[in-house]
Nanobody, 120 residues
């Protein structure tokens, strides 16, 4: 299993940008993908983006496609979520998670989350 720690959240005005980081540690040889999710109060958890561990291909939810970019830096053991053109509806707690060992597996390891608040 891996351990995940998110950072980089904060308060930003609408139209602004933030970059979230997810530092990971542990055994990643069985990792299939890393993903970002968010959950706003009273709402269900929402998938945002994922990056495959092998090859680095990415996929995005329609709600963030073109605004958010997921990437990773293996040398720093970190996965990023660059968020541009932020909107008040992007306000939520953001989580990174690990999916293993296949595409059919659940995202089983989660970080503690980082709060993002977008003001109008």
């Amino acid at each position: 299993q891996v351990q995940l720690v998110e950072s980089g959240g904060g308060l930003v005005r609408a139209g602004g940008s933030l970059r979230l980081s997810c530092a990971y540690s542990g055994r990643t040889f069985s990792t299939y993908a890393m993903g970002w999710f968010r959950q706003a109060p009273g709402k269900e958890r929402e998938f945002l983006a994922a990056i495959r561990w092998s090859g680095g291909s990415t996929r995005y939810a329609d709600s963030v496609k073109g605004r958010f970019t997921i990437s990773r830096d293996n040398a720093k053991n970190t996965v990023y979520l660059q968020m541009n053109s932020l909107k008040p509806k992007d306000t939520a707690t953001y989580y990174c998670a690990e999916q293993r060992p296949t595409a059919l597996s659940d995202f089983g390891s989660w970080g503690q989350g980082t709060q993002v608040t977008v003001s109008s």
